[in-house]
């Protein structure tokens, strides 16, 4: 059970400490309902979120839906070529308008028929004529705030915060080599995971587990940090190819063109905040988005993009399926430690542990996410 007065500050005095003298968070901030719903309301709802890559909805019509901590939210590409991101829900009686990915001329309520352009106007609402003042421009869908960086699409449920860019600090310079403009999404996979949010955050920031989770696949590696500014956190695994093959498997894909420095010799790992991690090789990139359900459990999206070239090779089909097959073995080793990691946090009197110095950036986003969720001392 979470202290009464779980939100003090003194309650995290230990965590506030420098790395080789921290403690961990308390248990309570990965169970607690009261911790999480501070999180989403201060952590969450704050701020720009990643949603999808805009090259999901390639085509005028295209819509893709999304669960998000705001609500449904569906992604649509207008006629005019824009992507908008819109609340899934009828302006009727609520029924959710677009599931998983689709294409249409006009957006059709399932329920009533009620019809909305691809811009989001209504168009069609049968039997209304009755209805006093009943006007159909005041009932086109909510939109809801949108911005896109390099392809990659955000979204925001506060009217009042600044750029994107603002957010994204440092990480449009360190990561804008990779051209992800150039890139493909080819591939989006989804799973419910038994754990705390935050577990799938640490542990995607620490390559401490690596030989022991992944020890029979991806093995030992070994990470530094790399210092960022803004809204981001990063560490750097340095390997002369692509991590995105098994460590036995030579990469087959031509690398970004114009990569250089830390990005030419190895990958970075990176944590947006609060959900969202892109991880980005010499040759693709792949991203995590970390959705909590409830205090106790998430759902992990993980999207796969390459290079436009690569994804016109004639072997792409062929050799993709092994970036694949670590990617999905990857995922299953940390999901399945999370959802082992999430039945130990229940024992409540269990004390704080410590950091390793391999946790720096475990440590960081820990206390990044302190400062959002507690008062100021
Ligand atoms: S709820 Fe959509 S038309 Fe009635
Ligand atoms: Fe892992």
Known sequence: MAPADQFDPRHYVGVRRPLAEAETLPAWCYTSAAFHTREIERAFLKRWLFVACADEVPNAGDTLALETVGGPIALVRGRDGVVRAFANACRHRGARLV????????????????????????IGAPRMERTAGFDRADHGLVPIRLATWQGFVFVTFDARIGRLEDQLGDLTTKLGIYDFDGMVCTRRTSHEVPCNWKVLIENAMEA???????????????????????????IWIARDQSIAVLPDEAAPFDHVPGLAGRAARGTFFTAIHPNTQFACTQDCMWWLNVWPRGAEACR???????????????????????????????????????????????????????????????HRVNLWLLDQVLDPA
């Open 208 to 234: 401490y587990h690596t030989g022991t989770v992944h020890g029979a696949s991806l093995r030992q590696q070994e990470a530094e940090d790399e210092p960022t500014e803004g809204g981001w956190d990063a």
């Open 300 to 362: 992990l999206e993980v999207g796969t993009c390459f290079p436009r070239a690569t994804v016109a090779r004639p072997d792409f089909a062929a050799n993709v399926a092994r970036y694949y097959h670590r990617w999905d073995t990857g995922v299953a080793d940390d999901n399945a430690i999370g959802a082992t990691q999430q039945v130990g946090l229940r024992f409540a009197a269990r004390p704080p542990g410590r950091y390793s110095w391999t946790e720096s950036a475990v």
């Open 99 to 122: 599931e998983g990915r689709g294409t249409c001329r006009a957006i059709v309520c399932p329920y009533h028929a009620w019809t909305y352009d691809l811009e989001g106007r209504l």
